[in-house]
């Protein structure tokens, strides 16, 4: 082996280990920091951190509520998916919350009037779901695209639209039946019931094989194939990717209609799982808390995973809190310290990164421009030498 290599060897080595670390650096620092300004909330609000964490700790680990965590948590990730999509284009889709209702309240309009043999009425209603969530997403592509206006806007205005038409059509007489103070859709039929894993003493929904496959697709689609490239190529530089032959504007299109997809699943394994209807009581806000799942999980299907399950635990064990006499915000103060913590820890070991990088650049070509020159030195020494002789 010679010497060339043996340094290149050890270079790359370096800077393998220097990725590990900055790797497991973040998420630590964002932990420890989220457990301590946790800690001092608790402790300014006049209560005792440790006798919390160990409430919800205990909590959490009844068989019923990990049945609740894991069957709440599978929204929460379709949604973090739906946002996450736009988030790698540098496209913000608030409009998550407005196209998975709209998607699910067609779905159950679907549903409830027809009646398909088998899997052919759950797989309806999944693609009626998935088209509804495209085409209310893809207004906002268009319109960013053909008159320039941004996406924020009109995804929030959107979702004020799809609770208008929501509302107008769940009404008695129209597309909704009145059932007590309820109003919700007709029933679905036994077909359109998904299936379920029979644990005790609840079932988790299946659905969870759904999210998991997503999230495949989602990590295939953006990190193996061409179109996941071009489509963060654009996220990191427009003009960049507009001089290499990549069409912004179709890119743009395309991703917002896969975001609202991706959206209109999220209310999916509560109508074929848990209500098979849609009502009034139909979970709303699940979109707004994708984007912070979305920035908890830094993207990433594995991360968002995570993320969906420890806001799930949060909310499950924040009502035993209350219950324990807490105060009923502390719950949602301590997820927005943890969001904030982990997006300043990422970027603070980013840029030390960066900068890690930037210098060891600057020494191996300061090594490289000595190295050069002791050369240079020598040859002249030579032919110093040879013209003597």
């Known amino acids: 082996m010679t010497a060339a290599k043996l340094p290149a060897q050890g270079g790359a080595r370096s800077a393998t280990r220097d990725k590990v670390v900055l790797a497991l650096a973040a ?64 496209l913000f889709n608030i409009g998550v919350d407005g196209q998975y209702r709209l998607a699910a309240f ?102 969870v094989v759904i999210a998991v496959i997503a999230g495949a697709l989602y990590w295939f689609l953006l990190s193996r194939t061409r179109f996941g490239f071009d489509l963060r190529a654009v996220g990191a530089s427009e003009p960049a990717a507009e001089a290499s032959g990549v069409s912004v504007k179709r890119m743009v299109v395309i991703s917002m209609l896969l975001s609202g997809a991706a959206a209109g699943l999220v209310g999916m394994p509560t109508l074929l799982g848990e209500s098979f209807q849609y009502g009034t009581d139909f979970p709303a806000g699940i979109g707004f808390t994708g984007i912070a799942i979305a920035l908890l999980g830094r993207n990433h299907p594995v991360g968002m995973a995570f993320g969906a399950l420890l806001w799930a635990f949060l909310d499950r064990t924040g009502s035993r809190l209350e219950f324990e006499g807490y105060a009923q915000e502390i719950v949602g103060v301590i997820q927005g310290v943890i969001v904030l913590c982990v997006v300043i820890a990422y970027e603070l070991v980013r840029r030390y990164g960066l900068r890690l990088q930037q ?25 110093k030498s040879e013209v003597s002789a």
């Open 27 to 90: 998420p630590l620092l964002a932990v420890v920091a989220a457990i301590v300004i946790s800690s001092l909330v608790f402790l300014a609000s006049g209560e005792n951190p440790f006798r919390a964490y160990g409430i919800m700790a205990d909590y959490g680990h009844y068989s019923d509520s990990q049945v609740w965590i894991v069957n709440k948590a599978v929204p929460y990730y379709l949604s973090a998916l739906a946002v996450a999509i736009g988030f790698r284009m540098n």
């Open 359 to 383: 210098r060891k650049v600057g020494e191996e070509l300061a090594a490289a421009a000595r190295a050069a020159g002791s050369r240079a030195d020598d040859a002249g020494n030579n032919d």
């Open 106 to 207: 067609a779905a159950a309009a679907v549903g409830g009037s027809l009646v398909l043999p088998g899997a052919l009425q759950i797989v309806l209603l999944i693609v009626v779901a998935m088209l509804v969530g495209a085409i209310w997403s893809g207004i906002a592509g268009l319109l960013k695209t053909t008159r320039g206006v941004s996406e924020v806007i009109t995804t929030i205005m959107l979702n004020s639209i799809a609770a208008s038409v929501i509302g107008y059509f769940l009404q008695d007489g129209r597309l909704a039946v009145k059932d007590g103070n309820l109003l919700h859709t007709t029933f679905l039929p036994e077909s359109s019931h998904f299936f379920s894993f029979p644990t005790h003493p609840k079932p988790v929904y299946g659905f």
